[in-house]
């Protein structure tokens, strides 16, 4: 049987002792820290829609504004229709971040139980219900079939509660096509229009002869109303937030870019459209469409407790969804503080 001198079995001793005295004293902030925060992730994958509405995500790959400052973080991005299929990924945790709709960022939090956080706005406005010429009133719109993007996205849940407002429910049939699908749809008189989001709404217009019934922007205070967001999964902002952080610098650095060179903006978003989607936009449909939106990393925070009613409403969700814990802008105000601009606080909506 092997032996060990006395000093070396004393030596040990007083290392474990050393060991168990360093947990003791660390706090129990410091374990939760040190197992939550894991620092930059290995890779990020990030989903938004081929767009004009997401320009702030198509600008920030395009123009490499998230690659810059990701540093050594890989980029990997998805491209997706509508929010509910979006929101599937992002939950399957196939996505890490999702730019996507107000309604479907709402219906992800409740599907998971608090599992994603709103970390920032992207654009205000952009959404119209638009129809054929011949349709001149609200009333008009009975026995009549408008499109939206998909079930229970962003345009949906706004077409029924504005239908449910008018008591025209189950008097205007609802179909949900894919958006270019709408379009030749509508081309073809299959559809009667569509309450859509940009560029489609223009493309309509533009290309097929659709006129404005409804400007969503008519809607809300100030005409304001949180068209795409940001959401991450909880977990990742929790192990990874120096990602999150660097994200939304990029993104932040991607708006400011656009509004300073909006001639050129509109160039390299048209050609990110063309590469994802396969087809480019016309001068006049991108003229108009960067004319309805607003780029901004402030969610408009106040809107959602109104957003969440109207997906009872509408009749989306049985019951009206708690907001507590819904958002987490931490790493934004501290990306809009190093910039000197204005942090946003939304207290009904923090946990």
């Given at each position: ?16 002792v050393t060991v168990l005295g360093a947990l003791a004293g660390c ?325």
């Open positions: 049987m092997r032996t060990f001198p006395r000093t070396r079995l004393l030596a040990s001793a007083l290392a474990a706090t129990r902030a410091d374990r939760t820290e040190a197992a939550t925060n894991q620092g930059a992730a290995g890779e990020v994958r990030v989903g938004f829609f081929p767009n004009v509405t997401h320009m702030p995500a198509l600008i920030g790959v395009k123009k490499n504004f998230f690659a810059q400052n990701l540093g050594g973080t890989k980029l990997t991005t998805q491209t997706f229709n509508a929010g509910p299929s979006e929101v599937n990924a992002l939950l399957g945790g196939s996505l890490d971040v999702a730019f996507i709709g107000s309604g479907p960022a709402i219906n992800a939090f409740t599907k998971s139980k608090g599992a994603i956080q709103l970390v920032s706005g992207a654009v205000t406005g952009g959404a119209q219900l638009v129809v054929k010429p011949g349709i001149t009133s609200v009333d008009q719109l009975k026995g009549k079939t408008i499109a939206t993007p998909q079930l229970a996205n962003t345009q949906d849940v706004a077409l029924k509660k504005f239908l449910a407002e008018k008591h025209l429910t189950g008097q205007v049939n609802v179909t949900n096509l894919d958006n270019p699908k709408t379009l030749d749809a509508f081309r073809k008189g299959e559809v009667d229009g569509g309450w859509l989001p940009e560029p489609w709404s223009s493309r309509l217009i533009a290309d097929a002869g659709a006129k404005v019934l409804v400007d969503e922007k008519s809607l809300w205070p100030q005409g304001r109303f949180p068209t795409t967001v940001a959401i991450v999964r909880s977990e990742f902002l929790k192990q990874h937030p120096d990602t999150v952080r660097a994200l939304l610098k990029g993104e932040l650095q991607a708006i400011d870019w656009a509004k300073k060179n909006p001639a050129e903006a509109k160039t390299v978003v048209n050609g990110a459209l063309k590469e994802l989607s396969g087809s480019s936009l016309s001068p006049a449909v991108l003229d108009r469409a960067f004319a309805n939106i607003e780029l901004t990393t402030d969610p408009v925070p106040a809107q959602f407790p109104q957003l969440a009613k109207d997906s009872v409403t509408a009749g989306v969700v049985g019951q009206v969804v708690d907001l507590k814990g819904f958002a987490d802008f931490g790493p934004l105000n501290e990306v809009l503080k190093a910039q000197q601009l204005p942090a946003v606080n939304a207290p009904e909506l923090a946990k």
